[in-house]
């Protein structure tokens, strides 16, 4: 009988044929999640172009801007803090992968994660500690080794993760022209200040590279009719004010609304000099808290701005402290008018406000209106100047009607912030900076209010539209953007 030859298959062929059977499965796998959702999974590439009303003239962190929400959204694109404030209010690592305080809470030791900056140069102690300081030169920064760096505060600070995780304290390195870098998981590849920036992908940052290629950001267009016409076809995002939502409710427009956070506030600009050096006379304390008590906010909130907004009787939203309940809240015409009556002087009030904000117009001549009952004259005028401290410094106006954004979910880091927008004193600030309770953070917005020189008037959301190809994109609870996650469908 014949025999017969065994067949031998070489290591080749087995390979081959387990390739063709993992292939057959990896096909059927890839149509059946075809099948359940078209596109559900992340890829990679596109430019995500989105469209801002407002022009951003400076992107550095530090610089003052007339539109700093905008200009917090386009910087932190480029720059990163030590710390992040998550969705809940919590401090999470970022550029420091973590940190400690001594027993008594005022000397804090952050390490610092593996990064580099866009040129490649990494991270180092001494650039953060030299970055820091410039934010806040009344800390003592140091180093402690190449990856270590230590704050010691001149209170006891606990929240001081926190605070860090505002933008002006985001780490920048100063390069031979004069220019800044960061570490953030976009670059700056083109700059036309007021017009557009466009921001390219990060391959080598430190958290992954982001799914779009580039994020394209057009300034200064009119989006009223940009929306209402061509319905943002070929653009993945705007931002619309609040104004517009209910047109774009009724058109189905995909919105995205943030809680009530900015605030929207009355503002005396009361020099320390007397009114014969200052320019600027100074309004009647009775002026000021009649001016508070005729002004509507119910009203203001629920008709005039289509319920979008609450009423504020203090400067953080109750929603973030649960104690603004207990700040006043009188409406009291009658009142009004007999604190007018003993007032020092009957000259009109002038107030001015951000003339390319169509809301503050609405509500400055609300206001207007409101006074008048009291017997109260007040003049209005639109300037830009309203949106910088230094600009506000040039204006003849006796007030100003601001919007402040929220700058964090933390209450005592946003009250840090509002402290500095709103000029409060120094001794204010380190009161904020030491406070370790709700009552504390309370205290200081009582006192800040007593004289009436502030007045809130109501808390304001953030608006977005956004075009249904965009996924991951995610808008905090006070408006702020991460868009590491983003991705856009029909890329490739």
């Known amino acids: 009988m014949p025999t017969s030859t065994p067949i031998t298959r070489s290591p080749d062929h087995r390979i081959t044929r387990f390739f063709r059977v993992a292939a057959k499965f990896l096909f059927a796998a890839l149509m059946m999640g075809a099948v359940a959702s078209a596109s559900s999974r992340p890829r990679y590439g596109g430019t995500v172009r989105v469209l801002l009303q407002h022009k951003v003239t400076s992107l550095g962190p530090m610089d003052e801007s007339e539109y700093p929400v905008d200009q917090e959204r386009l910087s932190s694109l480029i720059f990163e803090t030590l710390t992040q404030i998550d969705a809940h209010g919590h401090a999470r690592p970022y550029l420091a992968s973590s940190w400690q305080a001594d027993s008594a809470g005022r000397v804090w030791q952050f390490q610092l994660r593996a990064a580099n900056f866009h040129s490649g140069s990494p991270v180092t102690a001494t650039t953060v500690a030299a970055s820091i300081k410039a934010s806040s030169p009344d800390w003592k920064i140091s180093t402690g080794g190449r990856q270590t760096v230590v704050i010691e505060t001149p209170v006891p600070s606990a929240h001081l993760p926190e605070l860090l995780a505002l933008l002006r304290f985001a780490i920048v390195k100063k390069v031979a022209d004069g220019s800044l870098e960061g570490t953030g998981p976009y670059r700056l590849s083109e700059w036309r200040p007021g017009e557009r920036a466009l921001f390219t992908a990060n391959d080598d940052y430190w958290g992954g590279r982001p799914y779009a290629d580039a994020i394209d950001i057009h300034m200064g267009l009119s989006l009223r009719e940009h929306l209402l016409e061509r319905h943002l076809g070929p653009d993945h995002a705007a931002e619309p ?20 956070a900015d605030l929207l506030a009355l503002v ?12 600027r006379k100074q309004v009647d304390p009775h002026i000021r808290e009649a001016i508070s008590l005729a002004i509507s906010r119910s009203a203001i909130s629920n008709v005039l701005l289509q319920r979008k907004s609450t009423p504020a009787r203090g400067l953080l939203p109750q929603w973030l402290t649960g104690y603004e309940f207990l700040m006043p809240a009188e409406t009291s015409v009658e009142n009004a008018r007999k604190l007018r009556a003993e007032a020092n002087s009957t ?4 107030l001015a406000y951000d003339f390319s904000d169509p809301v503050a117009k609405m509500v400055a001549e609300r206001i207007a209106v409101d006074a008048r009952e ?37 209450p005592t880091a946003a009250l840090a912030g509002l402290a500095e927008s709103l000029e409060l004193s120094p001794e204010t600030s380190v009161t904020i900076l030491g406070a370790n309770r709700p009552e ?19 808390h304001l959301p953030q608006v977005l ?9 995610q808008q905090l609870p006070n408006g702020g953007w991460k868009l590491d996650q983003l991705w856009v469908e029909g890329t490739r």
Do not use: C, M, Y
Not at 347 to 350: D, G, I, Q, S
Not at 378 to 407: C, H, I, M, W, Y
Not at 440 to 458: Q, S
């Open 241 to 260: 004010g609040i104004d517009q939502v209910r047109t774009l409710e009724q058109s189905n427009q995909n919105l995205l609304l943030s809680r009530p």
């Open 268 to 279: 005396f600009l009361q020099g320390k000099q007397p009114a014969a050096t200052s320019g």
């Open 347 to 350: 000259a009109p009030v002038t």
């Open 374 to 410: 009291a017997g109260i004259l007040v003049q209005l005028f639109g300037d830009a100047r309203t949106n910088t401290v230094s600009g506000r410094k040039t204006l003849s106006a006796d007030a100003v009607l601001l919007r402040l954004p929220l700058e964090s979910l933390d």
């Open 440 to 458: 504390d953070l309370l205290e200081v917005e009582r006192k800040a209010l007593e004289d009436h020189r502030i007045i809130p008037v109501v």
């Open 465 to 473: 539209w956004l075009n249904n190809n965009v996924h991951n994109w």
